[in-house]
């Protein structure tokens, strides 16, 4: 079992919309994705929890669920695991139907945020829970947690008694506890919730490792954008229980569909805009501002309808612009848009400077520096300094919805 050979990839090319789509295209053959979830509702009295969803999560691949609170992201995994039945809707395990099953016949594994590890039993005992209860025992049971054990690195702590380890250890026996019976899919709910920053940093590139040697599909929830840019093959964007965008890492940063993604995933400048001409064959647009500032960009999304006269919102990135001082300015190349402005705010982040910058053409935009060594941010420039700030074409993303 390898990752590379990942169906979903040939299957379902880069889904990108928000709107509901059919999850496998009329006709297609090809390999059974682990989890289908088709037009799936579900209601708590007159909260919609999860609304209309259609996903195919295919074989081997690392999926987050990425989205505010209450989006609706725990509840999607209680459905696949089995603690919840849909309202409206159908979910395929492996292709079956899995209405009425219960969730200990289903080949999925959960782990929380909070790892309810037994306190009577040692660490073994622990991780071979799951397979007493499927009457797997003995030289067997041993051989298996030891594997498993070793999986997460804890190859000889066997004997300990969980309360004695650190969070990091105890959420790694939860892990081997849930691997150990080898699940077609390992859901995991906000596992690191509990955990420190850098012990978090540290188990998300492990977590990662970790599903690429054993090749099991893991579907994983989370708020935190920079957790799921990490470790996700796959981004499935929430918001009140409806899939925004989803698509690998990448994708999502540079190809927000709507306002929402764009601001959840990372930062982004926005700048209200009218479209004044349509969209030429390569869907680039002319837009305007109400303050009069002409840009051109790309629309996002290949499903839009973008018209003339539409209201849009353009997006660019803090890294994708740049600030001068206002004596300094270069020639105004092609595609280069320059505007005026006043810094309000500058502020060292280690790494980068971040500039808060009032523009009367598109208000305050935020503009980031990497800092080279020895230097921090853009000479010259600081609070109340006047100063231009400038970026390319490419910079600006048309969003329609
Ligand atoms: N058992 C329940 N009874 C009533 N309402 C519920 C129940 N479970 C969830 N909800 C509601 O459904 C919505 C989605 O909840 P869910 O727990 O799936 O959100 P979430 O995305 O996991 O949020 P968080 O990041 O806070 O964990 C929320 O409005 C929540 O209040
Ligand atoms: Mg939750």
Redesign the pocket.
């Known amino acids: 079992m390898t990752a590379s050979l990942s169906p979903g990839t040939e299957i379902y090319p880069g889904p990108v919309s928000a709107r509901p789509r059919a999850v496998v295209p009329d006709g297609a053959i090809g390999p059974t994705p682990d989890v289908e979830i088709v037009d799936v509702t579900k209601r708590?009295?007159t909260?919609t929890?999860?609304d209309r969803m259609r996903l195919a999560i295919a074989h081997g691949e690392f999926y987050s669920l990425l989205?505010?609170?209450?989006?609706?992201?725990?509840?999607?995994l209680?459905m696949i695991a089995g603690f919840?039945q849909p309202t409206e809707g159908e979910i395929f395990l492996d292709g079956q139907p899995i209405a009425g099953v219960p969730p200990y016949q289903r080949n999925v594994n959960t782990v929380f945020q909070h790892y309810a590890l037994f306190p009577h039993m040692d660490v073994a005992q622990n991780v071979g829970y799951g397979l007493r209860q499927r009457k797997i025992r003995g030289t067997e049971e041993r051989r298996r947690v030891a594997e498993a054990l070793e999986l997460v690195r804890l190859g000889g702590y066997d004997k300990r008694r969980t309360w004695e380890m650190s969070g990091g250890q105890q959420q790694r026996v939860a892990l081997a506890r849930a691997l150990v019976n080898r699940p077609t899919v390992l859901l995991l709910?906000?596992p690191l919730g509990a955990l420190d920053m850098k012990l978090r940093k540290e188990m998300q590139l492990e977590l990662k490792a970790l599903q690429r040697e054993v090749g099991i599909t893991f579907v994983y929830?989370t708020?935190d954008q920079e957790e799921a840019l990490t470790m996700s093959d796959v981004i499935v964007v929430?918001r009140d229980?409806l899939i925004q965008q989803m698509g690998g890492p990448t994708e999502l940063y540079e190809r927000p569909v709507n306002r929402f993604v764009a601001d959840f995933i990372g930062t982004s400048n926005f700048i209200e805009a009218t479209v004044v001409e349509p969209p030429d064959e390569g869907r680039h647009v002319a837009v305007r501002s109400a303050r009069g500032l002409t840009l051109r960009g790309r629309v996002t999304d290949d499903e839009a309808t973008v018209r003339v006269g539409d209201t849009v919102t353009v997006a660019s990135r803090p890294e994708r612009l740049e600030v001068v001082p206002a004596d300094a300015a270069a020639p105004v190349g092609a595609g280069i848009t320059q505007i005026n402005g006043r810094v309000q705010q500058g502020t060292y982040l280690g790494d980068q400077t971040e500039y808060r910058v009032l523009t009367e053409e598109a208000g305050e935009l935020i503009v980031r520096h990497q800092n080279a060594a020895g230097a921090g941010g853009a000479p010259g420039v600081g609070p109340g300094d006047p100063v231009i700030v400038r970026w390319q074409r490419d910079a600006n993303l048309v969003l329609a919805g």
């Open positions: 708590f009295g909260v929890a999860v989205g505010p609170s209450g989006c609706g992201k725990t509840t999607t209680r919840e709910d906000e929830v708020h929430m229980g």
